[in-house]
């Protein structure tokens, strides 16, 4: 008698623009995960972490009923929960926030939760679908009919999230269940790679292929376009094995921030999950997961769900493998990138008198202080440090606290907003004081703090 059962494959990228990487992903036997984390400095990467290592749980200790929906909506609250703790603990942190996109394998269907503009997709026959709705403000145009798809693909505003894990606004994620066949794939990502490559790229790409190989290449065409955002991909396919086969569960795999040693650090009572792909400078070989006691049996979920212990050694040796091959590649794409690349490049070996003009002519609007207690600020420079020595300079605070802007200009401006000169620079900064204080009119837009969801 034969079931069925996943096989599966994660990568994650910081891309060839951001300063570090606040994605998250994980695959595990019975849980597909992909979190987005937003607010720039260190919150992004722990809000994205935080929501791993809760919904996760759900694998490491499976219901024991049937209401997975149930189970997967709690553990959205408890994300929440936990951000607003640490946000709590750090003021700081206010405005920190991450989507959340999961599968749930049910043994023949899978449940889905899915909260901000982090995507799923089924490709069946090689037909591609579109799995979750996006919760975006150009998503609500595009479903009014007051703009087209193609439209929304280069709207300025495309990345403004209507729905969003942020500790402050309760959320509620969209819940349903799907069936599964033999040779159905899923993907989760990232907007990092939806972003950049198009339905049809995305279908042509996973048509073929092993999901270790389908995920690298998946990530390596992001990089080509240029991969301004983080970039996290997980594949998965729905195979058949025996159903008598002895095979025990091996460990997940977890990337992005919730996998960096960096970011656990800073997350002491936070319990992640074990990780096939465990910390290099730890010498002890990864040891078999214990996942608790089985699921008992009912109508939705496999009590028995594994995967061949061989088969995901075989996939581990071939992620390490390829990813030492692309090391090489991917150095020299990151190398001519950018000008700003080169800049620095020409500092290093002689800071010539040309280079420090350019630096000169370059503006941009960051945050000055906490992510969410911080005041919008013009630089001058390039973002960056060169052996501990800042690219760019502080020349005018003003006095519009970040934390008062919509979600979206937030996460902008903790990211850095690249100004045309210092005109420029003056007119974005106007602009966010306008939708500053748009958000202070008694009905605020969606996407204001406080404002519902």
């Given at each position: 008698?034969?079931?069925?059962s996943?096989?599966?494959?994660?990568?994650?990228?910081?891309?060839?623009?951001?300063?570090?990487?606040?994605?998250?992903?994980?695959?595990?036997?019975?849980?597909?995960?992909?979190?987005?984390?937003?607010g720039?400095h260190?919150?992004?990467?722990?809000?994205?972490?935080?929501a791993?290592?809760?919904?996760?749980?759900?694998?490491?200790h499976?219901?024991?009923?049937?209401?997975?929906?149930?189970?997967?909506?709690?553990?959205?609250?408890?994300?929440?929960?936990?951000?607003?703790?640490?946000?709590?603990?750090?003021?700081?942190?206010?405005?920190?926030?991450?989507?959340?996109?999961?599968?749930?394998?049910l043994?023949?269907?899978?449940?889905?939760?899915?909260?901000?503009?982090?995507?799923?997709?089924?490709?069946?026959?090689?037909?591609?679908?579109?799995?979750?709705?996006?919760?975006?403000?150009?998503?609500?145009?595009?479903?009014s009919?007051?703009?087209?798809?193609?439209?929304?693909?280069?709207?300025?505003?495309?990345?403004?999230?209507?729905?969003?894990?942020?500790?402050?606004?309760?959320?509620?994620?969209?819940?349903?269940?799907?069936?599964a066949?033999?040779?159905?794939?899923?993907?989760?990502?990232?907007?990092?790679l939806?972003?950049?490559?198009?339905?049809?790229?995305?279908?042509?790409?996973?048509?073929?292929?092993?999901?270790?190989?389908?995920?690298?290449?998946?990530?390596?065409?992001?990089?080509?376009?240029?991969?301004?955002?983080?970039?996290?991909?997980?594949?998965?396919?729905v195979?058949?094995?025996?159903?008598?086969?002895?095979?025990?569960?091996?460990?997940?795999?977890?990337?992005?921030?919730?996998?960096?040693?960096?970011?656990?650090?800073?997350?002491?009572?936070?319990?992640?999950?074990?990780?096939?792909?465990?910390?290099?400078?730890?010498?002890?070989?990864?040891?078999?997961?214990?996942?608790?006691?089985?699921?008992?049996?009912?109508?939705?979920?496999?009590?028995?769900?594994?995967?061949?212990?061989?088969?995901q050694?075989?996939?581990?040796?071939?992620?390490?493998?390829?990813e030492?091959?692309?090391?090489?590649a991917?150095?020299?794409?990151?190398?001519?990138?950018?000008?700003?690349?080169?800049?620095?490049?020409?500092?290093?070996?002689?800071?010539?008198?040309?280079?420090?003009?350019?630096?000169?002519?370059?503006?941009?609007?960051?945050?000055n202080?906490?992510?969410?207690?911080?005041?919008?600020?013009?630089?001058?420079?390039?973002?960056?440090?060169?052996a501990?020595?800042?690219?760019?300079?502080?020349?005018s605070?003003?006095?519009?606290?970040?934390?008062?802007?919509?979600?979206?200009?937030?996460?902008?401006?903790?990211?850095?907003?690249?100004?045309?000169?210092?005109?420029?620079?003056?007119?974005?900064?106007?602009?966010?004081?306008?939708?500053?204080?748009?958000?202070?009119?008694?009905?605020?837009?969606?996407?204001?703090p406080?404002?519902?969801?």
């Amino acid at each position: 008698m034969t079931e069925l059962s996943l096989r599966y494959a994660a990568k994650s990228d910081v891309g060839l623009v951001r300063q570090g990487n606040e994605d998250s992903g994980y695959v595990g036997p019975r849980l597909l995960l992909v979190a987005d984390g937003m607010g720039g400095h260190a919150a992004g990467e722990l809000a994205s972490a935080l929501a791993i290592a809760t919904v996760a749980d759900l694998d490491v200790h499976p219901p024991i009923d049937s209401d997975i929906l149930t189970y997967l909506s709690d553990s959205i609250d408890k994300v929440g929960e936990a951000i607003e703790e640490l946000i709590t603990e750090d003021p700081e942190l206010t405005g920190m926030g991450t989507t959340v996109t999961g599968l749930y394998w049910l043994g023949g269907r899978v449940a889905i939760v899915h909260v901000g503009d982090s995507r799923a997709y089924l490709l069946r026959d090689g037909e591609l679908q579109q799995l979750t709705h996006d919760h975006t403000y150009v998503q609500t145009l595009v479903d009014s009919g007051r703009i087209t798809e193609e439209e929304a693909a280069v709207h300025p505003r495309r990345s403004l999230l209507m729905r969003a894990l942020d500790g402050m606004n309760p959320v509620e994620p969209d819940l349903s269940v799907r069936e599964a066949r033999k040779g159905d794939r899923f993907l989760l990502c990232s907007d990092g790679l939806s972003g950049v490559l198009s339905d049809v790229e995305i279908a042509q790409t996973l048509s073929s292929g092993e999901p270790t190989g389908v995920v690298t290449r998946l990530v390596d065409l992001a990089l080509e376009r240029g991969a301004p955002d983080n970039v996290t991909v997980v594949v998965a396919d729905v195979i058949e094995r025996e159903s008598d086969e002895g095979f025990t569960l091996t460990s997940p795999v977890v990337v992005g921030a919730a996998g960096e040693p960096r970011v656990r650090l800073q997350l002491p009572n936070t319990r992640f999950p074990d990780d096939a792909q465990p910390d290099p400078n730890k010498p002890d070989a990864p040891k078999p997961f214990e996942f608790g006691t089985e699921t008992a049996p009912q109508v939705l979920i496999d009590t028995e769900l594994i995967v061949p212990a061989a088969e995901q050694a075989l996939y581990d040796r071939e992620r390490e493998s390829q990813e030492k091959a692309n090391t090489s590649a991917r150095r020299k794409r990151m190398i001519g990138y950018t000008a700003g690349v080169v800049v620095i490049a020409g500092i290093t070996f002689g800071a010539l008198f040309g280079t420090q003009q350019w630096l000169g002519t370059q503006w941009y609007v960051a945050v000055n202080g906490g992510a969410g207690t911080g005041t919008v600020s013009i630089y001058n420079g390039v973002q960056g440090t060169l052996a501990g020595m800042s690219l760019s300079t502080l020349d005018s605070q003003s006095t519009l606290i970040v934390g008062s802007l919509p979600l979206f200009d937030q996460e902008l401006v903790s990211k850095g907003i690249p100004a045309a000169g210092y005109e420029d620079a003056q007119r974005i900064v106007a602009e966010l004081e306008s939708r500053a204080a748009e958000c202070q009119t008694l009905i605020p837009p969606p996407g204001c703090p406080g404002s519902l969801q």
